[in-house]
Nanobody
Framework: QVQLVESGGGLVQAGNSLRLSCATS????????MGWFRQAPGKEREFLAT????????KYADSVKGRFSVFRDNAKNTLWLQMNNLKPDGAARYYC????????????????????WGQGNQVPVSS
């Protein structure tokens, strides 16, 4: 399995932007479709965005479409989530996840489709 480590979290004011990074190790990131999720206290884990193994295909949750962008550089074994116009309800712990890409256009949005997870990064949002 690939190992994942998120970074870039921290307090952000509502309306501002933040970029999260997810560094992969152990296996080539080009072998994995990768996604971003978040979980707020007392709530279920929420899908945000996913990228196919080569980055050609992406999918977003309706709640973040137009504000969040997922992109990757497999040469650097890194995935990013650019978050613009963060809202107060975006305060949560953010996770990146990976799953072996059985096909090049694999972009799963269900958390059970992913077998590798990072430790998460806290993102508080002040209003």
């Amino acid at each position: 399995q690939v190992q994942l480590v998120e970074s870039g979290g921290g307090l952000v004011q509502a309306g501002n932007s933040l970029r999260l990074s997810c560094a992969t190790s152990g296996r080539a990131s080009s072998d994995y479709a990768m996604g971003w999720f978040r979980q707020a206290p007392g709530k279920e884990r929420e899908f945000l965005a996913t990228s196919s193994a080569n980055g050609d295909y992406t999918k977003y949750a309706d709640s973040v479409k137009g504000r969040f962008s997922v992109f990757r550089d497999n040469a650097k074994n890194t995935l990013w989530l650019q978050m613009n116009n963060l809202k107060p309800d975006g305060a949560a712990r953010y996770y990146c996840a990976g799953t072996g890409a059985s096909k090049k256009n694999l972009i799963p949005k269900r958390d059970y489709a992913y077998e590798s997870w990072g430790q998460g990064n806290q993102v508080p949002v002040s209003s």
